[in-house]
């Protein structure tokens, strides 16, 4: 079974190794057929500290590392210039 991967922006440091990630979603309601937003919050690892604030990520799936994070820090798609 391959691993999932998702796209998002990371939204917070959280911590020694760790980045909080915003994927967008759009969703179809079921009674009215209209797309609605709808954002997912996702906990990564990132063994190097590489990710700030503002990037574009691609995390995938990995074993749990800890309670909440599942995720692992695949690459940075767009950095942020500027930022810290």
Not at 37 to 65: T, W
Request: proline share 4%.
């Amino acid at each position: 079974m391959p691993k999932r991967s998702k796209v998002g922006e990371v939204v917070k440091k959280s911590g020694d190794k760790t980045i909080k990630v915003r994927v967008k979603i759009m969703e179809r309601a079921p009674l009215y057929k209209k797309y609605i937003r709808k954002n997912r919050y996702f906990l990564a690892h990132d063994e190097k500290n590489i990710a700030k604030v503002g990037d574009k990520v691609e995390i995938i799936e990995s074993r749990p590392i800890s309670a909440r994070k599942h995720f692992i820090l695949k690459k940075i798609i767009k950095g942020v210039e500027g930022k810290e």
